[in-house]
């Protein structure tokens, strides 16, 4: 019977060895984004491990040459056999060969729409002969040779799609974009949009397109129609515009299923509801849609009535969690509240209790928060809400300083609403998780997330309406209701992230100014929605910051609300003034749902010279876990890109990049040599320089 038993074990133990070994070889290549259409950040490669990655040294560097003084470039690049594909700041779409970076071929989209905004990666489609890569860029979604970077003339209008159209509204008043790659299922590229935070954002309704005609296949109105499923959560106003509730951060797949996932942001306008009323689905949801024809299977809907821009930010990564000792296919959707939501993949179900709590009421004119909101959604990875014990201990002087702010703003826990005095929130819109997702290892049952830890103040301020003495023309209006979310009501901006607009006459010609607004500029979407008289009103007003004559900002008769800038809680020296650390790195246990360990991700070069590490820093971008047992990330203020032990949270390896790494890096193989790739674009948010190239490491 013992020795029976030993056989049985040895068995068991040579199944699930083997199981391990499957799992692992399923993930060797990385031709989509973020690695497989799990959207797992995963590389079952060891040849790059623990041991040897203090080794690891620069392969090759390409430069695109294309980089301004605000241009991001947060492309995850895909590598089909040997070509890699990328894009650069400006938008071109570069195949380079991936074990050398040698160009390739290069399909400039600024022949066909002036390249700008952000791109953070493409998508192949096998047709069978040489390829085909769907590039978006500005309004445009093109279709690429793979082999030789010529555009496929049989898809779409002459090689590309105009997103604007099959969304049931004037093309011409849209103004929409594609920054995260669509994703394929079997024949069909399923995409979602970029649409603008303003209140003339255009709606973000989910498409799929025929991929060998560009034919539209079916939508999925992320903003209902009459007679559709959640119509009756909005109370409908004649004549208002509804926009946004868009799957800006990208979609994962159930291939085997054939559902498609997708995570979805707030309504627009983001910090003012009251021409939105109600639950607002779908808004803020995970929702499943059958691949084949869009129809929706189930949802969540994690944030109601979103008034804090709590979008979630990316694409829920498919995961497998023992429970009860049995395999439950489930997900995991990260979110800007620090949270890491776990549902049943084929019900939508909480496998983890949740909450509904009441939260504040807003006492800004014509709003209405929702009365209750749902709180431990899942595993907690950063504080929420705000008080005197998650202050920065930087210093006294900073302490100090805080806490006679804190003593400023309304502050009645995370989801206190917006309000004209200024709100305290934290986690603030920059997470918690952002865009760059989290990675899961299949074979530790490892969730890898990347945080911010950061507290905002959201201030609001009226927006006179139009009336007798108005004009629909008014730049004042058309810059309050799409550009001070950004720039700041007073046009100053914010320096690290939204340029000033004051003096903006001395670095730009009014005709430049014009082309910047029509076609967007690095992080900037484009707003090509206006009209030649609207686009001049709005141009006189940028550049003087005067209200036209018989207009003003009343303090009655109001039909909207704008935040008044975008600001960060912050010290007087410009710091966080949250407590640090102020970014981290994180391993979650999928068996336990408890935190493994935490590090502070990055620091502030200017903390370093004085002798302070340990804070962490602001971070966006993600991080990929490998077979070696490491975990790579970039995204850090300093500009560092760092291997850390899987199973500690040791930094094992770092070089300085030529800018910030923020981007998620890309693992794969060549000709039996492992590399690993991060754009090192700088420029985003951070307010580190920008750069241009791409840089692969391997081992020597």
Known sequence: MRLLSIFLFIGLGGFFLGCQQDTQNRYTSWEVYRGSKEANQYAGLAQINKENVHLLQPAWEFHTGDNGPRTPMECNPIVVGNTMFVTSPKLDLIALHAATGELLWRFFSSDFNEGSGVNRGVTYFDDGADGVIFMPAGPFLFAVNAKNG??????????????????????????????????????????????????????????????????????????????????????????????????????????????????????????????????????????????????????????????????????????????????????VQPTKMGELIVLDRYTGKPLLPVEERAVPPSYVPGERAHPTQKFNQGIRLVPQGMDSTYLTDLSEEANAYARSELKKYRNEGMYTPPSIEGTLTMPATRGGSLWGGVSYDPIRNRIYANVNELAMILQLRPVSPVGAEETELSGYRGYM??????????????????????????????????????????????????????????????????????????????????????????????????????????????????????????????????????????????????????VFVGGSADEMFRAFDADTGEVLWSY???????????????????????????????????????VAFALP
Request: glycine share 14%; with cysteine; proline share 6%.
């Open 150 to 331: 010529e555009l496929v003339k049989s898809f779409g209008n002459e090689g590309k799609i105009d997103l604007r159209e099959d969304l049931g509204r004037d093309p011409a008043k849209l103004s929409i974009a594609l920054s995260t790659p669509g994703i394929l299922y079997e024949n069909l590229l399923i995409i979602g949009s970029a649409t603008g935070e303003g209140y003339d954002a255009s709606p973000g309704h989910v498409r799929a397109y025929h991929a060998r005609t560009g034919k539209l296949a079916w939508i999925f109105h992320t903003i209902p129609q009459p007679g559709e499923f959640g119509y009756d959560t909005w109370e409908w106003l004649e004549g208002e515009n509804y926009g946004g509730t868009n799957n800006w951060g990208g979609l994962s797949l159930d291939e085997e299923k054939g559902w498609v996932f997708v995570a979805t942001g707030s309504p627009t306008y983001d910090f003012y509801g009251g021409n939105r009323l109600g639950e607002n689905l779908f808004g803020n949801c995970v929702i499943s849609l059958d691949a084949k024809t869009g129809e929706r299977q189930w949802h969540y809907q994690a944030v109601t009535h979103d008034l804090w821009d709590y979008d979630l930010p990316c694409a829920p990564t498919l995961v497998t969690i023992p429970i009860d000792g049995k395999p439950v296919k489930a997900l």
């Open 481 to 630: 209701l799409n550009c001070s979310n950004c720039h700041g009501a007073d046009r100053k901006g914010l320096a690290e992230a939204y340029p000033p607009l004051l003096g903006i006459a001395d670095r730009y010609s009014k005709e430049e100014i014009r082309r910047i607004i029509r076609g967007g500029k690095g992080v900037m979407p484009a707003f090509s929605q206006f009209d030649n008289a609207q686009l001049d009103a709005l141009v006189s007003f940028v550049i003087d910051g005067q209200v036209p004559t018989g207009e003003s900002v009343p303090t009655e008769k109001v039909d909207k609300y704008v935040m008044a800038g975008f600001r960060l809680f912050l010290d007087e020296e410009g710091f966080p003034a949250s407590k640090p650390p102020w970014g981290t790195l994180n391993a979650i246990d999928l068996e336990t749902f408890s935190i493994d360990w935490k590090v502070p991700l990055g620091d502030y070069p200017s903390l370093t010279a004085r002798g302070i590490s340990g804070k962490g820093t602001q971070n966006f971008g993600g991080c990929v876990a490998t077979a070696g047992g490491l």
């Open 656 to 694: 300085k990049l030529p800018a910030g790494g923020y981007a998620v890096p890309a693992v794969y193989e060549v000709d039996g040599r492992q590399y690993v790739v991060i754009a090192a674009g700088g420029a985003n948010r951070i307010g580190t320089p920008s750069g241009d190239s791409f």
